[in-house]
């Protein structure tokens, strides 16, 4: 019987939902508010991280405490792209991460509990 490794993260205050590019003649980007939220999660998750080596095959599972505004698919997003630019997971495509569930708390402290286990 193989035993499934678990690795959990917190993120303090509210997510900003994965925004969509802007596109003007100087070029192509995100807003900032979008930029300065995923500088500071991947720094967070930086700071907890206790591997080096990302994860490959995983399944996640999010839990947000709090208010939350915007869709769920853009606040996953938004996590997950967070996850993989800190190097604690190696992609978010489909065929490495295995199933995610997002779930809303509610409750009066704002942040993300984070559980990936290996797969």
């Not at 490794?5 to 939902?17: D, E, K, R």
Request: hydrophobic share 35%.
């Amino acid at each position: 019987m193989t035993t499934k490794t678990s690795h959990h993260f917190t993120l303090t205050g509210a997510v900003v939902p994965k925004a969509r590019p802007r596109v003007t003649r100087q070029g192509t980007f995100l807003p900032q508010k979008y930029r300065d939220w995923k500088e500071g999660a991947i720094a967070e998750l930086l700071s907890q991280r206790t591997r080096y080596k990302s994860l490959e095959e995983v399944t996640i599972s999010i839990k947000l405490y709090g208010t939350c505004r915007g869709d769920l698919d853009n606040i996953a997003g938004a996590i997950l792209d967070a996850l993989v630019q800190a190097g604690i997971i190696k992609d978010d495509r489909v065929s490495l991460v295995k199933a995610l569930s997002v779930k809303h708390c509610g409750g009066k402290i704002q942040k993300v509990d984070i559980n990936i286990e290996e797969v």
